[in-house]
Nanobody
Framework: QVQLVESGGGLVQPGGSLRLSCAAS????????MGWFRQAPGKEREFVAG????????SYADSVKGRFTISRENAVRPVYLQMNNLKSEDTAVYYC????????????WGQGTQVTVSS
């Protein structure tokens, strides 16, 4: 079992930056990949960025390429999401997620952190 806790959300003006963090606990050594998803009001949850734990290969949604960067650091806070040049359409609840080794889906989720981009 893996427990995830996100932090770093808040209110920022358009064009600003924000950095989200995700702390993992539990069976962290069984994690194969971690990622970030977001859900805006009235919309389905969508994939934002992902990173493979071994090797560090990354992937991004087209809407955030060139603006967002996902990275890994340590066992306490293994994944970050650096968000630059934020737009109003980035407003959403952002969720950290984890996929265990041998799996094909993200199965563990954090509670979410609100990101609001507004002037």
């Amino acid at each position: 079992q893996v427990q995830l806790v996100e932090s770093g959300g808040g209110l920022v003006q358009p064009g600003g930056s924000l950095r989200l963090s995700c702390a993992a606990s539990g069976s962290i050594f069984s994690i194969d990949a971690m990622g970030w998803f977001r859900q805006a009001p009235g919309k389905e949850r969508e994939f934002v960025a992902g990173i493979r734990w071994s090797g560090g290969s990354t992937s991004y949604a087209d809407s955030v390429k060139g603006r967002f960067t996902i990275s890994r650091e340590n066992a306490v806070r293994p994944v970050y999401l650096q968000m630059n040049n934020l737009k109003s359409e980035d407003t959403a609840v952002y969720y950290c997620a984890a996929k265990l080794g041998g799996g094909t889906r993200y199965n563990y989720w954090g509670q979410g952190t609100q990101v609001t981009v507004s002037s």
